[in-house]
Each structure stands twice: as C-alpha cells, then as structure tokens.
C-alpha cells in the first residue's frame, strides 16, 4: 500500500518557469489538500478538493492552479514560478469528516532561483 | 480566521516528561488534531480530540478543553527518537487543516 506518492521529491526551477507537481493516492480517499511549509510558518493550505471535479481555494492560492480529474490524482501548477514559491510542497488525502486522519506524501523541495 | 499559538521550541532529557501547550481562535470548532514531523519528513497524525478531556495512545496522550480553547500534547518515557516538531490542528468541514506554526521538539541524552 502506497499510500500518497508524491513527485519529483526534489526540483530547482528558474524565475517565470512552470511545473506541475504530481499527487496520487491509492487509498480511495475522496479529499486531497495541498500544503506548503515554509521555515516557522507551519503549513498552510494552498488548494483543495472534495472529489473528482471540485476544486476549492485555501488560505495561499495564488501562483498555483489545480484540477481533479480522477479520484486518485490531484496535480498542483506553478504557473510562473517566483522565488517566493521556494518551499517544501505537501500532499495530503483523507477519507473525510473532520476527525479523520490526514495522510501526507513525503514532499516536494522546490526552489526558484 | 483560524489562529493557534503553540511554543517554538520546547527541550528534555530522556526519559523525562513534556507538554505542549495550543490555544486556538476559531470561527467553527470541531475538534484538535496533532501531527509530528521529523526533520525532512511527512507529517504523521498523532491524535485527534473532539471533546473535552484527555485521550492516551501508549506514551503519548492529548487534552482537550473547549471552554478555555486549550488543548495540550503529553509525551511520557521521552526517547531521542521523539525529536522532532508537533503541530496542533483544528480540522475544517472539508478535511482541510490550519496548522500552528509548531513546537521543534528536543531530547538530549
């Protein structure tokens, strides 16, 4: 059991390139979130989705976009990368309610250079 | 908003005991969860409290007080392997969570 996979673990981009990063879970959960954690930030949320085909805003969504096709994928694009988008990018599903758990892949170390 | 204040930085010595403290500010409260997170790793969930009280998982226990917007994580027999960060959470109705900005976690010999 996989779990969420999380791809590349590690990327450097320049100024105004894009990237999309890959999230896929196996695990039949239908919500998947998308972090970033930045030194003494904690994590914050950047994108969510409740099920295939939905998609919501969290509390920093700007620069990233986010589709869901699928139950088990839940890719995020950087559209123009900028180096405030440097940080450690995390994936997380959940079966769903409020008291479930959250399971996170293993990260994304981007930086933009 | 969703706010949670939790220490930076906490230390112990092996086999010791240690708590760390969350308060939290909410607009709609369901519940606290915990996360830990060793250096470079994932966050792995710890526990959850939706009422009132204290909930123990083998040496690790949480408590929960919603009248005073508290809650706090216990570690007992302390290892070096429990080094790492804690971060309280409050869930929202999506499965989404705001997460404090966490406690690094120090045990020495």
């Known amino acids: 059991n996989a779990g969420v996979t999380q791809t590349p673990k590690f990327q450097v981009l320049k100024t105004g390139q894009s990237m999309t990063l890959q999230c896929a879970q196996d695990m039949n959960h239908e919500y998947m979130s998308w972090y970033r954690q930045d030194p003494g930030m904690g994590l914050r949320l950047i994108h969510y989705s409740v099920g295939a085909g939905i998609t919501d805003q969290g509390e920093v969504p700007n620069g990233y976009n986010v589709s869901r096709s699928t139950t088990e994928d839940f890719p995020l694009r950087l559209l123009s990368a900028a180096p405030s988008q440097t940080s450690v990018y995390f994936c997380a599903s959940s079966f769903g309610t409020v008291n479930t758990e959250a399971f996170f892949g293993q990260g994304t170390r981007l930086t933009v250079v | 908003g969703q706010s949670l204040e939790q220490p930076s930085e906490v230390t112990a010595v092996e086999g010791a005991i240690v708590q760390i403290n969350c308060t939290y500010q909410?607009?709609?409260?369901?519940?606290l969860s915990w996360y830990q997170q060793h250096d470079g790793g994932a966050p792995t969930f710890l526990s959850y409290?939706?009422?009132?009280g204290l909930e123990e998982t083998g040496r690790f226990s949480s408590f929960l007080s919603r009248s005073d917007s508290y809650g706090y994580l216990l570690l007992q027999e302390l290892q070096m392997k429990d080094s790492a960060s804690y971060f309280c959470a409050v869930p929202s109705g999506y499965s989404t969570l705001t997460f404090g900005k966490g406690t690094m976690l120090l045990v020495s010999p």
């Open positions: 909410t607009s709609g409260f369901y519940g």
């Open positions: 409290n939706a009422l009132d």
